[in-house]
């Protein structure tokens, strides 16, 4: 099955920045819609922010927006997500998931869906410390 290969998850203090990266050797990213969703104790896995194919849409959770930044680079095969003002409270797992362009053209389709997408990263920690 295919894996995306994440990075860049630690222990910062509140306030700080961290960038989360995302890759694959087995699929050229810039075909695929992408999405960061995260998972604290306790809770379900919730959306966080989503890349179109050709990186012209972003929609982004409320409790993030301004301060999270999802993009790529297409010549490294790769998807970011900027974090800065971090808070305790978005300390989770973060993980990275990807579906293909074509199928975001489908009616109905709905970035915030852990069901929408196809691949699967296997997560990386975030802790934020007050």
């Known amino acids: 099955q295919v894996q995306l290969v994440q990075s860049g998850g630690g222990l910062v203090q509140a306030g700080d920045s961290l960038r989360l990266s995302c890759t694959t050797s087995?699929?050229?990213?810039?075909?695929?819609?992408m999405a960061w969703f995260r998972q604290a104790p306790g809770n379900e896995r919730e959306f966080v922010a989503a890349?179109?194919?050709?990186?012209?849409?972003?929609n982004y959770t409320d409790s993030v927006k301004g301060r999270f930044t999802i993009s790529r680079d297409n010549a490294k095969n790769t998807v970011y997500l900027e974090m800065n003002s971090l808070k305790p409270e978005d300390t989770a797992v973060y993980y990275c998931?990807?579906?293909?362009?074509?199928?975001?053209?489908?009616?109905?389709?709905?970035?915030?869906?852990?069901?929408?997408?196809?691949?699967w990263g296997r997560g990386t920690q975030v802790t934020v410390s007050s």
């Open positions: 890349l179109s194919w050709n990186a012209r849409s972003t």
């Open positions: 087995e699929l050229t990213l810039s075909s695929y819609a």
């Open positions: 998931a990807a579906v293909h362009g074509t199928t975001t053209l489908r009616m109905g389709f709905n970035h915030s869906q852990r069901t929408s997408y196809t691949y």
